[in-house]
């Protein structure tokens, strides 16, 4: 079975500085495609980072350059650096790890990523006080 754990949560106060860490353990097959989403109470899930089956990294809007990721495929882990934070980044961060598919309705060499994960963290907290 396929489990992914992260790891790194924390509080701190607005500027500082977090790393999130995520392991993806028990995935077998060749291609992954990985993320880090949060959630804050009341809020709908955003996504934060996807690292697609060729390594390409996409930020979402509220992130971008303050958070870094970086990928390690043959271990399966995928770290999240979190700098300039701010209150408004305070939620339950989630990563994430889908099978990237085969595109055979165009180039059955391409992989590309699903619009969903499969495969699901439980989470861990980042809390930023002002």
């Known amino acids: 079975a396929v489990d992914v754990v992260e790891s790194g949560g924390g509080s701190v106060q607005s500027g500082g500085s977090l790393t999130l860490s995520c392991v993806v353990h028990?995935?077998?097959?060749?291609?992954?495609?990985m993320g880090w989403l949060r959630q804050a109470p009341g809020a709908e899930r955003e996504d934060i980072a996807d690292?697609?089956?060729?390594?390409?990294?996409t930020y979402g809007e509220s992130v971008k350059g303050r958070f870094t990721v970086s990928q390690d495929v043959a271990k399966r882990t995928l770290t999240l650096q979190l700098t300039s934070l701010k209150p408004e980044d305070t939620a339950m961060y989630f990563c994430?790890?889908?099978?990237?598919?085969?595109?055979?309705?165009?180039?059955?060499?391409?992989?590309?990523?699903?619009?969903?994960?499969?495969?699901w963290g439980s989470g861990t907290q980042v809390t930023v006080s002002s």
């Open positions: 994430a790890a889908t099978t990237a598919r085969r595109d055979y309705m165009g180039n059955p060499d391409n992989y590309y990523c699903p619009a969903d994960y499969h495969f």
């Open positions: 028990g995935y077998t097959y060749d291609k992954i495609c």
């Open positions: 690292v697609d089956s060729d390594g390409k990294i």
